[in-house]
């Protein structure tokens, strides 16, 4: 695995901390709802993300205006390929709702990271 892409799973491990945290934070401690406590915590994580990635991960110089509406396509996208493999593994193949997110996630990232590298993040 190379040392880039290594980075790029601790960077998005961070995302899932600051995503989940915040939507804690702002259900519990200010009442919000679920879904727009979560929706705050997505915006957050992306934008953390982006910006860790953009500066230490890819090293970019593309005008962040155009890398970051790639990013946020590319996130999105990334979601419905997460539901997609989600869906096909749990209702298709069966398995365990968990096993299926994990699947998910082992498929996921190296394509996202791909796109980010080949088309977000280039000058």
């Known amino acids: 695995m190379s040392a880039r892409f290594a980075a790029y799973a ?18 519990e401690l200010l009442a919000w709802n679920v ?4 929706t ?3 915006i957050a994580a992306l934008c953390t993300q982006f910006l860790v990635n953009r500066r230490h991960v890819f090293a970019s110089s593309a005008p962040i205006g ?5 990013y946020t396509a590319t996130s999105v996208a990334g979601l419905g390929l997460n ?3 989600l869906h096909v593994a749990t209702a298709v193949a069966g398995l365990h709702y ?3 997110a994990a699947l998910a996630i082992v498929f996921v990232t190296p ?7 080949s088309w977000t993040f280039r000058s």
């Open 10 to 27: 601790i960077v998005g491990a961070l995302g899932a901390v600051v995503h989940y945290s915040m939507t804690v934070a702002l259900v």
């Open 35 to 38: 879904l727009a406590a979560s």
């Open 40 to 42: 705050a915590g997505f």
């Open 66 to 70: 155009s890398s970051f509406a790639r």
């Open 83 to 85: 539901l997609a493999v």
């Open 98 to 100: 968990l096993a299926g």
């Open 111 to 117: 394509v996202n990271f791909a796109v980010n590298r």
